[in-house]
């Protein structure tokens, strides 16, 4: 057989969540909520499947590797220059291009123990250590910890601010004496997937508010945007450093069609804020129902909320009966959070469907 590197010998194969058909038939249900993958429930902005089309008729042409009309909306949008901006295929992507263009086998990366496993993955192909530095007792990044682990090999240092799966988020103060102490050596990956959701809250700070040379903000359009199935995101930093980076990036990617709808998507303001406002509304009914049921969560900016269970046992149970009356979620033993159960945040007809299904057995 070939031999396979053990970097890639070591990785853990990603587990795809079921389908809505594959649940419908497996469990004889009609409706099913999926509720699995944070996902945007109201699905995308009416002006995508127009502009799509458009795109197209052009289909036979390589994109255009620069995706400029997008690059230059993005930029005037978030008042930086077009030399700042890299947009690929997903912000996993740029999490790729990323440990493809920094890291080798004999450097780390520092972030958390329950955070987006996507980096885990691209850092581990690199064969890079990633020192999983634990959450706190709130589910929180321990900042102050994560400083401490640095050392003269660490390249990296990863936080998702809200992250995922906790939807908890580092506050202004905290955010800027951590930003300070970060080493120039080590480049800080500020990844706001959700971003749309959390930029109206009080105590956020938005990356882009505290730049450093050694910072990346990286957003997607798979999250708030309803993008997801398109694969398209960006990141923001300093020229050089995207430069650099754009020489590893697949050179046409994102497809012409992605790019097009992403342009549509952040054309349409009232979208976007129909998808926030709705989020708030239901998550903060999700949470008068927990308070009810007593049931145990982190409050969160993003659009999901985690649930914590007893124990490993009862957050098999709860979501095996959940799946088995058509709800769909995310239990978290792939992010380091065996007990815990990720519940995105749905229209409230399926979140009514998460409230009347809802069932913990006891023992
Ligand atoms: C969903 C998610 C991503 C992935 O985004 P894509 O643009 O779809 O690749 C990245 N980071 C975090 C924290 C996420 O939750």
């Known amino acids: 057989m070939i031999d396979i590197p053990k970097r890639i010998r070591n990785l853990t194969p990603y587990i795809a969540g079921k389908t809505i058909a594959e649940v419908k038939n497996k469990y004889n249900v009609d409706t099913i909520s999926k509720l699995a993958s944070n996902e945007n429930r109201l699905g995308c902005s009416p002006a995508v499947r127009p502009a799509v089309q458009r795109a197209l008729d052009g289909i036979q042409d390589y994109p255009d590797p620069l995706a400029r009309e997008l690059c230059s909306e993005l930029a005037k949008r978030n008042k930086v220059e077009e030399s700042e901006i890299i947009i690929a295929s997903g912000s996993e992507s740029i999490l790729s291009i990323l440990c493809r263009s920094l890291l080798s086998s004999t450097d780390n990366i520092v972030t958390a123990n329950a955070t987006f496993v996507g980096i885990y993955v691209q850092a581990g192909v690199m064969g890079a250590e990633i020192k999983k530095v634990p959450v706190t007792r709130n589910y929180s990044f321990d900042t102050s910890a994560m400083l401490e682990s640095i050392d003269e090999k660490t390249k990296i240092l990863y936080i998702a601010n809200p992250n995922n799966p906790t939807g908890t988020h580092i506050g202004k103060s905290e955010y800027e004496s951590f930003i300070e102490k ?145 709800v769909i979620l995310r239990r978290l033993n792939a992010f380091g959070l065996p007990n815990c159960v990720r519940i995105t945040i749905g229209t409230e007809q399926e979140m009514n469907h998460f409230k009347d299904s809802f069932q913990l057995d006891s023992d």
């Open 182 to 326: 970060v080493p120039d050596h080590v480049l800080v990956i500020a990844d706001e997937a959700y971003f749309e959701y959390a930029r109206n809250e009080e105590d956020y700070p938005c990356a882009l508010d505290y730049r450093k040379e050694n910072v990346i903000v990286t957003r997607t359009f798979s999250k708030g945007y309803g993008l997801a199935g398109f694969r398209i995101g960006y990141a923001i930093a300093h020229p050089y450093l995207i430069g650099q980076l754009m020489k590893s990036k697949l050179t046409f990617e994102p497809t012409t069609p992605a790019q097009a709808a992403a342009l549509a998507a952040i054309n349409d303001d009232e979208f976007l804020e129909k998808s926030v406002s709705l989020v708030k509304k239901e998550r903060d009914k999700l949470y008068s129902f927990f308070d009810d049921h007593s049931v145990e969560y982190v409050p969160s900016i993003s659009n999901s909320v985690m649930m914590i269970c007893n124990n490993e046992q009862d957050a098999v149970q709860f979501t095996q009966g959940m799946l088995e009356r058509g």
